[in-house]
């Protein structure tokens, strides 16, 4: 058993490195005249965080728009936002919602300027062997998060909340990091299910080694709901407005085109994420995240997730009327 965990977790680690330590700054040198933008971008894989960069970069959409990118990677969640706070980058992308409202409500200059992911893309999954086959069977047993403020934080939140309305005993949650290391927890038996991304894992379901217990988007709490966003620091969006403007046209150009152009995006993806999977599974992604869930539109569903963070202590008080206005810059998301 510890040798197949090591095969498969050292399968996917390779794609799914996030950075301990310091951000990692990377780029290529800037245009001559355009507008520079350090990019927070919390994982260098992921199908909504990264790929719609390397596209992007690979097919000149921010030369197009005028601007330079730099990539600042992090671990996400509460990296992020510091990284940013720290003046290390001035836009973002793929955080989870719960961790821009936090320090907003202590005052942070921070502004979510579109939705970055609406639903949820992630889902759940118990070893094959597993009596855990169905989200009820979750019931009083171990259910890993990646990290608190994260996405996959407000959807376990959501199941406890489900299944104790339904007179269940809600699950423990226990934060587990990235996909491998819940991969890890749940072959080892830390966890009893363990969350994931397409593509990864689908070739381990598919090889009967592991099966989805759970949909994200089959939490009732968190359909239609912005689960993660882009955000700016304010003081990018008052004095170089239309750099912001341009980053975003860009990068809703990068969606547009890897929904459209499908198989030249996978190749795109499975090189400069160094995927090591067969292209065939890679390409399962666009069929489990419609591109409705990726429009950068303002986000939605802002009252019930504000109430979820205080409820979850994410903010101490309600936010203020001006809090919140200063919060949302829905004028530059370009959907």
Do not use: C
């Amino acid at each position: 058993m510890r040798r197949t965990i090591r095969h498969h977790v050292t399968f996917v680690v390779g794609a799914l490195v996030l950075v301990f330590g310091l951000p990692v700054v990377g780029g290529q040198p800037p245009a001559f005249g355009a507008e520079r933008l350090k990019l927070i971008i919390p994982h260098r894989v992921l199908f909504t965080v990264a790929l719609p960069h390397y596209v992007a970069e690979e097919r000149g959409f921010y030369g197009a728009a005028g601007i330079e990118i730099t990539p600042v990677f992090t671990r996400g969640g509460g990296e992020s936002i510091q990284v940013l706070l720290a003046g290390n980058a001035e836009v973002g992308v793929g955080t989870g919602f719960f961790s821009v409202i936090g320090p907003v409500g202590k005052g942070a200059p921070i502004a979510v300027i579109s939705a970055e992911y609406t639903g949820a893309d992630q889902f759940w999954f118990s070893r094959s062997d597993s009596p855990v086959k169905s989200v009820r069977d979750l019931a009083g047993r171990k259910l890993g998060y990646s990290r608190p403020g994260a996405s996959t934080h407000m959807i376990v939140l959501a199941v406890a909340d489900e299944l104790k309305a339904a007179g269940l005993q809600p699950p423990a949650l226990l934060s587990v990091g990235g996909p491998p290391d819940a991969f890890t927890a749940v072959m080892t038996g830390q966890v009893d299910a363990g969350w994931s991304t397409p593509p990864f894992f689908l070739q381990e379901v598919e090889e009967g080694k592991i099966r989805i217990v759970l949909r994200g988007d089959e939490v009732k709490a968190v359909v239609g709901i912005t689960a993660r966003v882009n955000y700016a620091h304010r003081k990018v969006l008052a004095e170089r407005p239309e750099a912001v403007r341009a980053f975003q046209r860009a990068r809703k150009q990068a969606f547009d085109w890897m929904y459209a152009r499908r198989s030249e995006a996978a190749e795109i993806w499975i090189k400069r994420a160094d995927l090591k999977m067969p292209k065939a599974i890679v390409l399962k992604t666009w069929d489990m995240v419609p591109r409705e869930a990726v429009r950068m539109f303002a986000p939605k569903g802002v009252e019930q997730t504000l109430a979820d963070a205080l409820k979850l202590k994410f903010i101490r008080e309600p936010l203020t009327a001006e809090q919140k206005r200063q919060m949302l810059a829905v004028e530059f998301a370009p959907e």
